[in-house]
């Protein structure tokens, strides 16, 4: 009887939860897990990165002009990556020896590092010194004191702009505290800190190299809600502002533009011009009273006549140029099948 009631015990509630089974829900589809690697902890936010991509863009472009203006040569700057690794994996992924430049930037906490890939360093170098578009072979040698000063002149722009460019987040005072090539002797922080890595890809010519700046998480933890928060981010959205029209016309006004004055036109064959000797005259149709044709950068824009002013051979304008009319497109026939 004892038995008996026990089997009944236990068989009342395997029927409850088959019948508790039997209502319920469908699972729900596994969702994607992610993989988190404890070595490589991810501590800046993903808004903190896109702020950061975002900033570094324009600071790039902005860059490449500076640098393209001081070496009078069309120099291109291209942010490639914005990534989060350690300080040790940065430095073994570095070259020996390289420009290896340790940045103040109060009121951050500790350094920031700018590295300078030896493989576009030299031929900027070589082209301050006056050198022309074909550059030798990448030197593998610390630089010289005269080379680093030319490199002062390259870090400066570069400290330029990028304090222009965080103005928006916090306002920087950034300095070199020294140059090193060997980056594996030094060390900011330990191996396994996490530091954000902003990379640039450098062209001069045919010759491409990559511009590294290396920001601790210690350095930008305080600010890095800034850098969510901030309206900076919409700025190419917003209007103009009397300030931003003078700050831009005060950068046009010192702009270098050609002016080209036409005094006259003609047309000769091939024969009187290999024939053509010192003292020769070529005579034009054009009426000396007739005035002359001044063109800025290439698009006509005012009339003139000409002279002399302080001995020196001068034109006066006497009036601008009206716009060309558009011509209206001409209707082309329809194609006969």
């Not at 902005?62 to 001081?70: D, E, I, M, Y």
């Not at 080379?147 to 390259?154: C, Y």
């Not at 140059?179 to 990379?199: D, K, T, Y």
Request: charged share 20%; proline share 7%.
């Amino acid at each position: 009887m004892e038995s008996h009631t026990a089997k009944t015990a236990t068989a009342a509630p395997a029927a409850g939860v088959s019948s508790a089974l039997g209502a319920r829900p469908p699972a729900r589809p596994r969702e994607k897990v992610t993989p988190y690697d404890f070595k490589r902890p991810e501590r800046v936010g993903k808004e903190q990165m896109r702020a950061l991509q975002s900033l570094h863009e324009g600071f790039g472009r902005n860059f490449g002009a500076a640098l393209s203006a001081l070496l009078r040569s069309i120099v291109e700057v291209k942010l490639t990556s914005v990534d989060q690794l350690t300080y040790g994996e940065f430095v073994f992924s570095l070259e020996n020896p390289t420009c290896f430049n340790l940045l103040r930037a109060e009121p951050l906490e500790g350094n920031l590092i700018l590295d300078i890939n030896p493989s576009i360093l030299y031929p900027i170098i070589d082209r301050l010194l006056g050198g022309g578009k074909d550059a030798g072979p990448v030197s593998r040698r610390p630089l010289t004191e005269i080379e680093l000063r030319l490199v002062g002149r390259i870090t400066g722009l570069f400290l330029h702009e990028l304090k222009h460019a965080w103005d928006g987040v916090l306002p920087l005072k950034l300095s070199v505290d020294r140059v090193e090539s060997n980056p594996q002797l030094v060390q900011i922080v330990p191996p396994n800190e996490v530091v954000v890595l902003i990379s640039f890809e450098l062209t001069l010519g045919e010759l491409r190299g990559m511009i590294n700046l290396c920001i601790p998480f210690n350095a930008i933890e305080r600010v890095s809600s800034r850098l969510a928060s901030n309206s900076w981010v919409t700025y190419g959205k917003s209007s103009s502002t009397p300030e931003t029209r003078a700050a831009l016309g005060h950068r046009l006004d010192a702009a270098q533009v050609e002016v080209v004055v036409t005094l006259a036109e003609t047309k000769i064959t091939t024969s009187d011009l290999i024939g053509l000797r010192v003292g020769d005259i070529i005579t034009t149709d054009k009426d000396v009273h007739l005035p002359l044709d001044v063109a800025v950068e290439g698009a006509s824009k005012f009339h003139a006549s000409a002279g002399a002013f302080k001995g020196c051979k001068a034109i006066r304008i006497d009036h601008q140029q009206a716009p060309a009319p558009t011509q209206p497109a001409t209707p082309q026939p329809a194609a006969k099948k």
